[in-house]
């Protein structure tokens, strides 16, 4: 039973994405017809707009509208971007690879240095280390991306010519955009482990373990990190979605053909369709990314565990 609620509340907060996502597209100022017309190089008049209107069923009341739109989702059709004439699933599939391959390569290695960062910013406490990486994890977390992309290009790129300015054929081209895209979460990362594992360096175990002997490398592994996990996997989720979903300014900057700068050429444009499916997908991957970090967390800590069994006991 357990889990056919969790299936049912999964289906629900999708149809809600999908009443949310038709609805702030319909709010948005401007007149789709009109926007289809330009796009395709039509002279806007009356007969053209209501033939328009026609065409893309926005001459049917609000709900027909809703149910057609959300029929043919259900189905993989996400209709036709009045821009390119082309499929939106085809864009969206074209547009999705570099996205995620620029957040991937930003996580590897922001899950790495801030873990690291923290780790050692916890363990030499009140030290002129730990100050120094919480220093620079607010100056990380102070800064523009903006401002940071267009420090690094004239730095790395214009004047020094160690990195391209744009383009993703090689292994150098993600380095500027990565860097970007991290380092605002960096610093935000590593002082939420830190935080964490010193709450779990003042616990009475490890008190017990350190006065025993027990060498750090084994208190950090064996005791640290594995009690924190829940706070350190909740924060390294979040970043996921960060970095998979909030990429739009630097691929604006970078001229990255990813989601983001396909989502802000078609608000620039009007494209409905490719906005819909935008949002919807955005919609869609925070939801998947936080089910799975729910399942993890239940996985891993005890307690929940516990819970879930008394609860499925009380069910049978």
């Not at 017809?33 to 007969?47: F, G, K, P, T, V």
Request: hydrophobic share 50%.
């Amino acid at each position: 039973m357990r889990y056919l609620r969790e299936i049912a509340l999964f289906i629900l907060t999708l149809f809600v994405i999908s009443i949310l996502t038709f609805s702030m597209v319909k709010l948005t100022p401007g007149d789709p017809a009109a926007n289809y017309l330009r796009a395709s190089h039509i002279m806007i008049n009356d007969e053209a707009l209501a033939n328009a209107r026609v065409k893309l069923g926005l001459d049917k009341p609000i709900v027909i509208q809703y149910t057609t739109w959300l029929g043919k989702i259900v189905r993989g059709d996400f209709g036709e971007s009045y821009i390119k004439n082309e499929k939106v699933l085809t864009i969206m599939q074209r547009s999705v690879v570099p996205t995620l391959q620029l957040g991937a390569f930003a996580f590897v290695i922001l899950f790495f240095l801030s873990l690291l960062l923290g780790i050692f910013s916890a363990l030499y406490h009140t030290k002129w280390l730990d100050y120094l990486i919480q220093a620079l994890s607010y100056l990380s977390i102070s800064m523009p991306s903006f401002w940071l992309a267009y420090i690094l290009i004239i730095v790395f790129a214009v004047h020094l010519k160690l990195v391209p300015v744009s383009g993703r054929g090689e292994f150098k081209n993600f380095i500027l955009p990565a860097i970007t895209l991290l380092m605002p979460l960096l610093g935000q990362t590593t002082l939420l482990i830190r935080k964490a594992i010193l709450e779990q360096m003042e616990s009475p175990h490890v008190q017990n373990a350190i006065l025993r002997g027990v060498s750090q490398r084994y208190i950090v592994f064996n005791h640290l990190l594995k009690n924190a996990s829940i706070a350190i996997i909740t924060v390294f989720s979040t970043n996921i979605l960060y970095l998979c979903t909030g990429s739009v300014i630097i691929e604006e900057v970078f001229s990255w053909q990813g989601l983001g700068k396909m989502f802000t050429s078609a608000v620039q444009q009007g494209d409905i369709p490719v906005i819909q499916a935008s949002l919807l997908f955005f919609g869609v991957f925070a939801i998947v990314i936080n089910a799975l970090t729910q399942k993890i967390v239940h996985t891993i800590d005890p307690h929940l565990k516990m819970m879930n069994k008394g609860a499925v006991y009380a069910e049978e």
